[in-house]
T-cell receptor, first 119, second 111 residues
Framework: GAGVSQTPSNKVTEKGKYVELRCDPI?????LYWYRQSLGQGPEFLIY????????DSGLPNDRFFAVRPEGSVSTLKIQRTERGDSAVYLC?????????????????FGPGTRLTVL | GDSVTQMEGPVTLSEEAFLTINCTYT??????LFWYVQYPGEGLQLLLK?????DKGSNKGFEATYRKETTSFHLEKGSVQVSDSAVYFC??????????FGTGTRLQVFP
């Protein structure tokens, strides 16, 4: 079946502009995660949704970052007044269920990412 | 807070050589441990996992054992192939749903 998809694959914008990044999770997956991967680093957690609600947004770096998942499926990560330091690959992942531990149902499947470049 | 430390790369090996990529962690409680792999031009894929102490995860010839006494989860493979060239990430999941990743180790295998 189809995996996690993200659009666009690449986004170039100018400092101060607004951007939206889209994530389509695997059908039926209730949990959705956003991570950010800077060059030479591992992914860093941003926010996690269970259904339509943000269950944990502790990783959002500041109030310029916001994410929504209005119907419990597709999610959009929104960045206002972009800064050069926001340049990174933004990764989305989904899992069938939530939950701690390593159970099969809560394995996170990652999309290919959106590479954001802020000039 | 919880964290993962893994060896810096790149690790450069000849085909059929033995591979070890070190990973240690800091966490409260009993986290689950993971190795993810990122092949060139592809997304992150789960390679293997272990959910409790002394568990061994294995896949595609790779193995890692959850060692609580040394807080380690080192990745090993007995004979690497050129196709194993990728970036490998060690990660943990503790008492929350989020994954915490190491910085990644690039493996380059030459024929």
């Amino acid at each position: 079946g189809a995996g996690v998809s993200q659009t666009p694959s690449n986004k170039v914008t100018e400092k101060g502009k607004y951007v939206e990044l889209r994530c389509d999770p695997i059908s039926g997956h209730t949990a959705l995660y956003w991570y950010r991967q800077s060059l030479g680093q591992g992914p860093e957690f941003l926010i996690y949704f269970q259904g339509t609600g943000a269950a944990d947004d502790s990783g959002l770096p500041n109030d310029r970052f916001f994410a929504v998942r209005p119907e419990g499926s597709v999610s959009t990560l929104k960045i206002q007044r972009t800064e050069r330091g926001d340049s990174a690959v933004y990764l989305c992942a989904s899992s069938q269920t939530r939950g701690v531990g390593g159970g099969r149902g809560n394995e996170q499947f990652f999309g290919p990412g959106t590479r954001l470049t802020v000039l | 807070g919880d964290s993962v430390t893994q060896m810096e790369g790149p690790v450069t090996l000849s085909e059929e050589a033995f591979l070890t990529i070190n990973c240690t962690y800091t966490a409260t409680g009993y986290p689950s441990l993971f190795w993810y792999v990122q092949y060139p031009g592809e997304g992150l894929q789960l390679l293997l996992k272990a959910t409790k102490a002394d568990d061994k995860g294995s896949n595609k010839g790779f193995e890692a054992t959850y060692r609580k006494e040394t807080t380690s989860f080192h990745l090993e493979k007995g004979s690497v192939q050129v196709s194993d060239s990728a970036v490998y990430f060690c990660a943990l999941r503790g008492n929350t749903d989020k994954l915490i990743f190491g910085t990644g180790t690039r493996l380059q295998v030459f024929p």
